[in-house]
């Protein structure tokens, strides 16, 4: 079935120091992989997404590229600040329903001052 | 972002007791709406659809007499689990697609439920 492995599990940075996370996925058909930002208890936040016609996305400190060849995705964090630390989860929509999520595992980020 | 609503944010229950979750688009409409579940520090796993006037559309291998889904306006879907166990402890969080956004999906605050 359908599966997205992500990785690391846990990642810890210095401050200032750049986080990359990888994912990979199954479905050939995904089209849309968004990735996500959650604490503790709370709801997954959007932080940046990707569509398969496209290679590469940045948003200020964040970028996300993706290899549609090889069907892996990653996120780039610069300049790591302590409140980014929290659980990053990437997904790829299931076909091109992009309300269909699969999740990868989780990556749980500790940015040390 | 599009704000997705999500009542109760916790609740505690004895078992074989029903729970109801309201899930609530509050600035937008939605049509179809999505119920994920998340077990202590794991992923999420997408459960059902909810779609507006229609039967919600299950994942493989989730009851659906046990999880019951209306989803009987634009902005509202409701989740019940029925006769809960103590295995139904979770977190449980709705999501909507927000078109003005080009179809990107926003979770709801969540409920955390815990059944003794």
């Known amino acids: 079935g359908e599966n997205v492995e992500q990785h690391p599990s846990t990642l810890s940075v210095q401050e200032g120091d750049s986080a990359v996370i990888k994912c990979t996925y199954s479905d050939s058909a995904s089209n849309y992989f968004p990735w996500y930002k959650q604490e503790l208890g709370k709801r997954p936040q959007l932080i940046i997404d990707?569509?398969?016609?496209?290679g590469e996305k940045k948003d200020q400190r964040i970028a996300v590229t993706l290899n549609k060849t090889a069907k892996h995705f990653s996120l780039h964090i610069t300049e790591t600040q302590p409140e980014d630390s929290a659980v990053y989860f990437c997904?790829?929509?299931?076909?091109?329903?992009?309300?269909?999520?699969?999740f990868g595992q989780g990556t749980t980020l500790q940015v040390k001052p | 972002g599009a704000v997705v609503s999500q009542h109760p944010s916790w609740v505690i229950c004895k078992s074989g007791t029903s729970v109801k979750i309201e899930c609530r688009s509050l600035d937008f409409q939605a049509t179809t709406m999505f119920w994920y579940r998340q077990f202590p520090k794991q992923s999420l796993m997408l459960m059902a659809t909810?779609?507006?006037?229609?039967?919600?559309?299950?994942e493989q291998g989730v009851e659906k007499d046990k999880f019951l889904i209306n989803h009987a306006s634009l902005t509202l879907s409701t989740l019940t689990v029925t006769s809960a166990h103590p295995e139904d402890s979770s977190f449980y969080i709705c999501?909507?697609?927000?078109?003005?956004?080009?179809?990107?999906?926003?979770f709801g605050s969540g409920t955390q439920l815990s059944v003794l």
């Open positions: 999501s909507a697609l927000e078109g003005r956004s080009n179809e990107k999906l926003f």
């Open positions: 909810s779609n507006e006037g229609s039967k919600a559309t299950y």
């Open positions: 990707i569509r398969s016609n496209v």
């Open positions: 997904a790829a929509s299931r076909g091109s329903n992009t309300g269909k999520l699969i």
